[in-house]
């Protein structure tokens, strides 16, 4: 565990200085997750992370991605318990969408914890976020 402030604290590094260049916050994040020890990002690992179906808390609960935020990222979700409408995941459908780092990594923790039952490894939010870069 005291690994992790370690790793974010690279990630922001790398954060910045890619920022500072002229590259996007996507790439921004992506060079960090590579410097975080990630390989070769791949959108289909990607889709089928978003597409996955995880166990829950209890035997019979089972959590995905597309609970909330649907089938296809480029349309709106639905937050189940609450009925709140969802922006759609993907930039290409939501300009908005992956502009700010800290937003990006809050939700990815977030996300990752309820949906997985753990953080997401720096390959995974790579795989991820190439995935989303490509609809």
Known sequence: MKQLPTLAAGVLLTFAAATAIGGTVVEALLAGYRGAGASAFDATRGKALYNGTFPGEKPSEVRQCTTCHGVDPNKPGLHPRTG????????????????????????????????????????????????????
């Open 84 to 135: 709140k409408t969802i922006a759609p995941l993907s930039p290409g459908a939501n300009p908005a969408r992956l502009q700010n780092p800290d937003e990006v990594e809050k939700w990815f923790q977030r996300n990752c914890t309820w949906t997985l039952g753990r953080p997401c490894t720096p390959q995974e939010k790579g795989d991820f976020l190439t995935y989303l870069q490509g609809l």
